[in-house]
């Protein structure tokens, strides 16, 4: 306990999933922690859950897609407690329409999907990098996806978004290493954040698992993930022990991309025979 004691971290995206799991998990280490989002209510529901740990929490209301609003998060974030520590770009967004071929695909939200997940990212860190140059310290981790890796069906944006991330990632890495700042990537798998989501996520997910309606998964460790799995790996990324690693995706996911399946929606279906032919 105490690993991150005197550090201020910002982690977009705090308040719902990944974004709320990551802030307790490194408040109960000591950090100070800044949440921002667009929905004031849940940023209020994790500082309160981060005040219970005894460590001060700053709300941000920000839309993380506009540039100005990605610049004041850093000035009220300095203003207020003083220093940033760590930057953690988790916001994203994954939409729960039917997907659509691509000829259906609108120019709006080709952009949104662009901005939430991949322009957001370029945003934020360029507003806190003449910072952290200027100490001459300082760690961003961007939060990418699986799907980063892999060709999903229909999920143009995202996938394409989050593929950009990896690879903004190591371009940042490689130009800011001079400075002493580190840029690291966090890779999730399929992590189950139910405790985390807005109660209607809750409700219609358990109505899910009661009719069977969830999709099986190839996940080699024969288990979904638990928030802590991500917590632990920011934990380490955000603390000292980390600091001759950057440029790294790191995948935490069970060994569902190497396994081959997830997250494609395809299975190999061919004999040897065939496949020998």
Known sequence: MGTLDGKVIIITGGGTGLGRSMALCLAAEGADIVVAARRKEPLEETARGIRKLGRKALVVPTDVTDPTQCNALIEKTLAEMGKIDVLINNAGIVRGERRVPLWEITDESWHTGIDVNLSSVFYCSRAVSKYFADKKSGKIINVASGEGFRGQRDSYMYNTAKAGVVNLTRVMAMSLAEYNIRVNCIVPGFVDTFEYQPEEYQQAMAQLRATGGTRRLFIPIGHTGKPDDIGYLALFLCS????????????????????????TGYAPVVSLKEALA
């Open 240 to 263: 000292d022990a980390s600091d001759y690693v950057t440029a790294t995706p790191f995948i935490c996911d069970g060994g569902g991309l190497t396994g081959g399946f997830a997250t």
